[in-house]
């Protein structure tokens, strides 16, 4: 399973917010990593910033170079407003919806349960992170004890986030339904996704 193995808290204190989840260093030291963290970094050029918004995004939900250009490149096939489109299929991946159904305490959590098996749609084991979802799948955990005590877990140390408004979930039956595409304005992006556009189309 393809993932970032480096180190965390750096990438979080680079970009100034929690790319891997809630973390206590941001607190202590809100400032870039480096022996010149503290002190005033020289001026991005286009291109530079267009590179940071990218690697935002792409840390944020935990893709690797290769799988963030193809998720550019099936967005920019799509009619309509690439930056859009780009962000709708990062949300709809299948550990992202997971993650917001509290299934997952972070996307890397949520990412393991799916291929380790853990999670269905429509009813079969679908084990790809990547899968994209449509309006009206059903995402549930598998019914199993040690797949439903995973989920239990994460969802007590999950309460204190809302599920997404495009989303609905029944604790009870440990699933949740697509029940729309979400817009940008929901989605609430951590990074300028038309710098991202203009960054990959140069």
Same mark, same amino acid.
């Given at each position: 399973m393809a993932r970032y193995k480096g180190p965390r808290v750096r990438i979080s204190r680079r970009f100034g917010i929690p790319m891997f989840g809630p973390t206590k260093y941001l607190e202590r030291r809100n400032y870039p990593p480096g022996v010149h963290g503290p002190k005033s970094r020289r001026k991005l050029t286009d291109y530079g910033l267009g590179l940071v918004e990218?690697?935002?995004l792409r840390y944020y939900y935990g893709l690797?170079? $290769?799988? &963030?250009? *193809? /998720?550019?490149?099936? +967005?920019l096939r799509r009619r309509g407003v690439t930056g859009e489109h780009m962000l709708q299929i990062l949300e709809t991946r299948l550990d992202n919806v997971v993650h917001h159904l509290g299934f997952g305490t972070t996307r890397a959590a949520a990412r393991q349960m799916v291929a380790h098996g853990h999670i269905t749609v #429509? *009813? $079969?084991? @679908?084990?790809? =992170?990547s899968y994209a979802l449509k !309006?009206?799948?059903? /995402?549930a955990v598998k019914d199993t004890t040690v797949s439903r005590q995973m989920a239990t877990r994460a969802m007590e140390?999950?309460?204190?986030r809302a599920v997404p408004d495009?989303?609905?979930? #029944?604790?009870?039956? &440990?699933? *949740? /339904?697509?029940?729309?595409? =979400?817009?940008?304005?929901?989605? #609430? =992006? !951590? +990074? #300028?996704?038309?710098? /991202? @556009?203009?960054f990959y189309s140069r």
């Open positions: 990218k690697q935002k690797l170079e $290769r799988q &963030f250009r *193809g /998720v550019y490149e099936k +967005a #429509n *009813g $079969r084991k @679908v084990s790809i =992170p !309006v009206n799948d059903v /995402v140390l999950s309460t204190s495009w989303l609905a979930l #029944n604790k009870d039956e &440990f699933k *949740g /339904v697509v029940m729309r595409i =979400p817009t940008r304005e929901e989605i #609430n =992006p !951590v +990074a #300028n996704e038309q710098a /991202v @556009v203009e």
